[in-house]
């Protein structure tokens, strides 16, 4: 089997495998309970944050709130943030759907969103808006777009961001470039979030950053968890297993990077040479994920026919919207409607190695002798 959809959930390192196991069997104590056993996973939840705080390398006096997965930190920003109608949400609306779902319901209810071009974040260049800029408050940018792969420059946007608008809240989705691309919370950062399970961590945690005196209306109300952010007793052998998945890609995140690289500049020179219609429509994209056109050929076919041999790649993110073909993000990415469904996602993980592509670009091969006939 060759699992090539690593944007979309990695496989666990083995590791984090054992150590979830292990303390799914010991740590069955509730961390809020007053006596040894809950006392001790508490204390190792709050190590815990702090090393979170850490690796972003920011303030220890800052908070990060492990949730269930990135769309519950999105959210709870999203939602939990205090906005009064006619403020203002500027976001990319080719972000994940727990960005941009969110925001548009809140636009329900009388907030103005107002969407950035994808253009003028990969050029840097912010556009003034004609708006009272005081009325912006709150900002989304995503560090890796699931789709593209496209990298933001994130200090540079969010430094001009915060001169322009400096009420507002500045959010960043770091889900897809955290532990895989060096990603630090810079002083213009107000939150962000990060999910395990696209980092070698399972499903179902998650993490948000906040910066400390800020607060956020919680999702949840009950026991008042983790400072009152987030009611819900803490999946601490989950938090385990992202602490540490999230040690192990930070220690090896460049030399990861360089591997993969080489693995997605082969896969680029095979299809290349397959197909020369072949187009590889983004540049500045984090090695972890290809997205291609290949025009003609419906993307939902190839996706058979690979799966078929065992190989999963996808077409467009688990979560987004397709409607008879169309779809809203690739247009926001400024792919033509005509191309919609030619798009492939080929995602790899630190795990993806060069005997997998090798496998993969035989059986490529043969379905493409098959296929061929159909490109214009
Ligand atoms: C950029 C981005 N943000 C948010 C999410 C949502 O993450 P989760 O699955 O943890 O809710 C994803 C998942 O694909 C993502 O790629």
């Not at 329900?108 to 050029?123: D, V």
């Not at 900002?139 to 946007?157: A, K, P, R, T």
């Not at 009950?222 to 998945?245: D, N, V, W, Y």
Request: hydrophobic share 40%; aromatic share 10%; glycine share 6%.
């Amino acid at each position: 089997m060759i699992y090539f959809d690593n944007a979309a959930s990695t496989p666990l390192y083995p590791e984090v495998i054992a150590t979830i196991c292990d303390s799914l069997t010991k740590d069955f104590a509730n961390p809020s309970s007053n006596h040894r056993l809950g006392r001790i996973q508490k204390e190792q939840i709050d190590l815990y944050q702090k090393d979170f705080l850490k690796l972003l390398g920011t303030d220890s006096a800052d908070h990060f709130i492990f949730t269930s997965s990135a769309t519950e930190s999105n959210n709870t920003i999203i939602n939990g943030l205090e906005l009064k109608p006619g403020e203002i949400i500027l976001y990319f609306s080719g972000d994940h759907k727990s960005v941009t779902d969110p925001i548009e319901k809140r636009m329900n209810s009388g907030i103005i969103g107002i969407e950035f071009s994808f253009e003028e974040l990969i050029n840097e260049k912010l556009s003034p808006k004609n708006i009272n800029t005081d009325n912006v408050k709150l900002i989304v940018l995503s560090f890796v777009n699931n789709q593209s792969g496209n990298i933001l420059n994130i200090d540079n946007l969010t430094i001009q961001l915060k001169k322009m608008y400096c009420k507002a809240h500045i959010h960043i989705d770091a889900v897809q470039g955290f532990g895989k691309i060096p990603f630090k919370i810079n002083s213009t950062i107000d939150s962000a979030s990060f999910a395990a399970h696209k980092i070698g961590g399972p499903k179902g945690i998650g993490g948000l950053y906040l910066k400390k005196d800020h607060r956020v209306g919680p999702l949840l109300l009950g026991g008042g968890q983790q400072a009152e952010f987030r009611s819900s007793t803490e999946a601490f052998s989950l938090i385990k297993g992202f602490h540490l998945a999230t040690l192990l890609s930070v220690r090896d995140m460049q030399s990861n990077a360089s591997s993969i690289e080489t693995l997605q500049s082969e896969l680029k020179s095979f299809l290349k040479l397959q197909i020369p219609q072949i187009q590889f429509p983004f540049q500045f994209t984090s090695p972890y994920i290809l997205c291609l056109i290949i025009p003609g050929i419906s993307s939902d076919i190839l996706l058979r026919l690979l799966e078929e041999k065992q190989i999963y790649v996808s077409s467009t993110s688990a979560c987004s919207s397709r409607i008879k073909g169309f779809n809203s993000v690739l247009k926001a990415l400024v792919i033509p409607e005509k191309f919609h469904k030619n798009v492939l996602r080929i995602s790899f993980s630190t795990m993806s190695n060069i005997d997998e592509l090798q496998y993969f670009k035989e059986v490529f091969k043969a379905i493409w002798s098959e296929i061929n006939y159909l490109v214009k």
